[in-house]
């Protein structure tokens, strides 16, 4: 008898439609990998907040071996993440295994919770620091860090020359110089960023992300946003939504 089969299925989705649970959407989960893979640290917040959801589904009766078994699921997509973030596959594999080395010995759901948060910490700030590997400057790390938490504010040469305490043109210089772009460039690439995740994993109206992002209109905001990814603001969420990446 197949192990999966149509009336199984069918059963499981009744119960849990009784039991008023379900697992978490495709959309929900993979949010974290994707934060991961850009190095964004609040990834380990948002995979702290869904691991203890309770939404991750049951699929062995021992608490222990289902966390464990939860973990090797979680750790194989977050070593995918990185890999595709550019980390060196050798080393993302090494860190697979000694993790899963290490949780084996893991005698408790809570010890299991612990070392998934370690692993998740682990993965980011590997990619946090691949994407810093270039830079030789402390002036250059620290715009960087201003600019990924200042996105919802105007942020221009003068004002980050100011926060480094550099002259403009020699900020603006040595920027391109390590980053391999212009400062306006970085800021707006990461802003799209932003506006792509929001798209996707959130309910904003066109306008409320324009006004989150600093634009100082919708239709800027959409102007930007058409050049940046060949398509509307508008076309990109309803090109997700089509692809059932939306949660409902």
Known sequence: MAVVDEAKLRYLDFIAREDRVRHHRYVEEMKQYDLLKAGDVSAIAESARLWNSGLYGHVCDDPVRNAKYLFVTSITLATRAAIEGGMDEEDAYNASDLYIQDMDRCDSVEQVARMHTDMM????????????????????????????YHLHERITVPILAEHVHLNPTYLSELFAKEIGMPISRYVTDKRMEAARNMLRYSQYSLAEIAQILAYHSQSHFTKVFREHTGMTPGEYRRTNAKANAWPE
């Open 121 to 148: 910490t682990f993965f980011t700030w590997a990619m946090t620091d691949l994407s810093q590997t270039d830079v030789q400057s402390e002036a250059v790390a620290e715009c960087l860090d201003y600019i990924h």
